[in-house]
């Protein structure tokens, strides 16, 4: 498609994979401009471990981004200076500005789609609208009907339901990234002709290249925020009826710390790690486990298979896709802890069975690149650039 044509703005105050996104449709000539927080020109202003983020570079031209960088600002402010409440209303600021500066900026460039992420797509839809743009969101997350709900005020989280709930009445298309997050939204009523599938890759610097042949008890691994809805209260409570040949490693930042009061004996809490950090756990690891209530992939579960690690996952966890039980890993059903504590008895009891099934899990997941990424969401929005109805699963 020629440049005169490219008409997809890209909108996210954060990262996620938005400049994966980004970078696929600039290279497929789709891309109009990125509108951001914070791009490569000034990512120098955020602490080093930010900055080294390899998904905040954008690797864009400087006309492709737009940076609006009154959203990190405030919310790096808040968190270092100010407490919990006060933090929560300078987020919600900061986001509506960012909201309002993006919808500015799709009325004067007038594209032909605005795909924006799920929590801060209201307004950019109502702009999108406003020009006859087609508005497309880029849907991380399940359906809130089917999140558990989060530790916050009820006002705050009836708000945060009541914006998305908006968000997917703007939305003219959604783009998930597993089975799991599309039978949620089908399951709320949003016709599946409105959906599609594209996996996400995997971020390499995450990766082991190498397995590290480890004695003593079979180390078990959670990557992820330390949060109900991550299962993490699940998980410890599977643990405590397992037997002394497996230790648990929990690494993540710690958002529910009163989850950790009592901890059986043989858990070891890290926080959160750096992606060198990752990269030694995974090499030492004998399993991954990722007991998420609700959740719309889980890239951990992909980096730890690219690794060379046979992973558990919870029937609600949308990287269940890649996993086949019995050649690469497990499935229990969610929110069960007892099936998950016979899970991890089964998967710790032959050490040879694990190294196996981590070679298979190795292969298996050979095609979560971000590569391949780029390549089945370069066809949906050519496909919805040509007025087509777009696949539901982008092969």
Not at 171 to 176: N, P
Request: aromatic share 6%; proline share 6%.
């Amino acid at each position: 498609m020629p440049e005169h044509d490219a008409g997809v703005m890209v909108v996210h105050p954060g990262v996620q994979h938005s400049r994966e996104l980004a970078r696929a449709l600039q290279n497929g000539g789709l891309l109009k401009k990125l509108v951001t927080s914070t791009d490569d020109r000034l990512t120098r202003l955020l602490p080093r471990s930010m900055r080294q983020d390899p998904r905040r570079w954008t690797g864009l031209p400087g006309s492709k981004v737009c940076s609006v960088g009154c959203y990190e600002i405030a919310v790096r402010i808040g968190s270092a200076l100010f407490g919990s409440d006060l933090t929560q209303r300078m987020h919600e600021w900061a986001l509506d500005q960012f909201g309002r500066s993006a919808a500015r900026r799709v009325r004067r460039e007038v594209p032909r789609i605005v795909a924006a992420f799920e929590g801060g797509a209201e307004r950019v839809f109502q702009a999108a609208h406003w020009c006859g743009a087609l508005a497309v969101l880029e849907a991380p997350s399940l359906h809130p009907a089917w999140q558990p709900g989060a530790e916050a005020p009820q006002d705050e989280r009836r708000g945060d339901d009541a914006r998305k709930a908006r968000e997917l009445e703007l939305a003219d298309h959604l783009v998930v990234l597993s089975t799991v997050a599309r039978d949620s939204y089908v399951a709320a009523g949003i016709p599946p002709e409105r959906i599609s599938i594209v996996p996400p890759g995997v971020w390499t610097d995450r990766i082991a290249e190498r397995r590290e042949p480890v004695q003593g008890p079979v180390r078990v691994l959670f990557v992820g925020n330390v949060k109900r809805a991550k299962g993490v209260d699940l998980l410890l409570a599977a643990f405590r009826t397992v037997g002394p040949g497996a230790t648990l490693v929990i690494a993540g930042a710690i958002v529910e710390p009163h989850l950790l009061a009592r901890l059986p004996g043989h858990v070891e809490v890290l926080g959160k790690i750096d992606a060198q950090g990752l990269r030694s756990q995974y090499a030492r690891a004998g399993l991954l486990v990722l007991p998420s209530r609700a959740d719309g992939f889980g890239m951990v579960v992909g980096e730890a298979m690219r690794s060379g690690l046979p992973v558990v996952v919870s029937s609600a966890t949308g990287a269940r896709d890649v996993v086949v039980p019995g050649r690469n890993g497990w499935i229990f059903p969610s929110g069960d802890a007892s099936a998950l504590a016979a899970v991890l008895e089964d998967a710790i009891s032959d050490r040879m069975r694990l190294r196996d099934m981590g070679a298979n899990a190795r292969e298996d997941s050979a095609g979560l690149t971000w590569e391949r990424y780029a390549e089945r969401t370069v066809a949906l929005y050519r496909a919805l650039l040509a007025g087509a109805r777009p696949p539901q699963v982008l092969e």
